[in-house]
């Protein structure tokens, strides 16, 4: 690789396709469920969360010959709301969670899963019985909180194995009775998944770092560059009420358009990697 001009090196922003085993893996099932769910017909829905502040504003200006031309004054970005939404083909879909956070993301899994049943409840009324819908989250912390009976072991491994009706053998270390658990570990069952499924709707995950693929990432550029552009008084309020009035405004024709750029972006890891050319090695 060297000799064809590439160099090594670590980054935190990866700009390139995730090649690693484990990211090819979970794009395979992602790209194979996704198909298929398209191909029957399904209701898909593709959920993510963002955050605006009191005090966003454009990112580019006209300035002075004082460099002046910032109508905002202070620094600091202030108070900031977080938003919990879903967009399908005809656009955002209620119900939208918008609520008041400090600088960390205020978001937990308790929140989620009553917005996410709420939402699943909803969906199902919407399109009736019988009907495929499926919801695809990303792997946020909050999504993924496991079912009691599907948590590894932490502390008491000996009531953890008896709680599994796992025996043991007394006197044993605490290395054994780790051992013991982790290799009797329950497949993992998240809440999410048993929220929704009592509704009849699925819930599908996007490979990890892989927000490429979410078309609603594009619905929330546009609404801060929108947020940012009529943000005039700084107040959170004005922040939230535009920020609906965006959600609201999207319509069918601009949601198509963020779904096909997701497929476009997912052909990209389908389309087959051209072979390497072949270099004759000088091994005098």
């Known amino acids: 690789m060297r000799r064809l001009g590439f160099s090594y090196k670590s980054t935190s922003k990866i700009p390139v396709l995730l090649d690693d085993v484990s990211f090819v893996a979970q794009r395979a099932f992602y790209f194979r469920r996704l198909t298929e769910l398209r191909e029957s017909g399904a209701f898909i829905y593709f959920h993510d969360d963002t955050w605006l502040n009191a005090g966003e504003e454009k990112r580019s200006i006209w300035i002075d010959e004082k460099g002046e031309g910032r109508l905002r004054k202070r620094d600091g970005k202030g108070k900031r709301i977080a938003i919990s939404a879903m967009i399908g083909v005809q656009g955002f879909v209620e119900p939208f969670d918008v609520w008041t956070c400090d600088s960390d993301h205020a978001v937990n899994s308790d929140h989620f899963h009553k917005w996410i049943g ?10 009736g019985a019988g009907s495929t819908i499926a919801i695809i989250i990303d792997n946020a912390t909050w999504h993924n909180a496991l079912c009691d009976d599907a948590k590894p072991p932490k502390r008491q491994l000996q009531q953890w194995l008896d709680n599994h009706r796992i025996q043991w053998v007394p006197r044993s270390s605490e290395t054994e009775l780790l051992q013991l658990a982790f290799e009797n570990v329950p497949p993992k069952r998240y809440v999410t998944n048993a929220i929704v499924r009592a509704f009849d709707v699925e819930v599908l995950r996007l490979p990890i770092k892989h927000c490429v693929l979410n078309p609603i990432e594009l619905a929330w550029a546009q ?3 929108y947020v940012r552009k009529a943000n005039i008084n700084f107040r959170l ?29 997912q052909k990209r890891y389908l389309k087959p990697q051209m ?10």
Not at 119 to 125: D, F, S, V
Not at 275 to 284: F, T
């Open 223 to 225: 609404l801060k560059s």
């Open 118 to 127: 709420d939402a699943a409840g909803r969906l199902r009324i919407n399109h």
């Open 275 to 284: 072979p390497l050319p072949k270099i004759a090695l000088n091994r005098s």
């Open 237 to 265: 309020s004005d922040v939230e009420n535009l920020a609906l009035e965006f959600m609201t405004a999207v319509d069918k024709d601009l949601a198509q358009s963020f779904i096909e750029h997701a497929k476009k972006t």
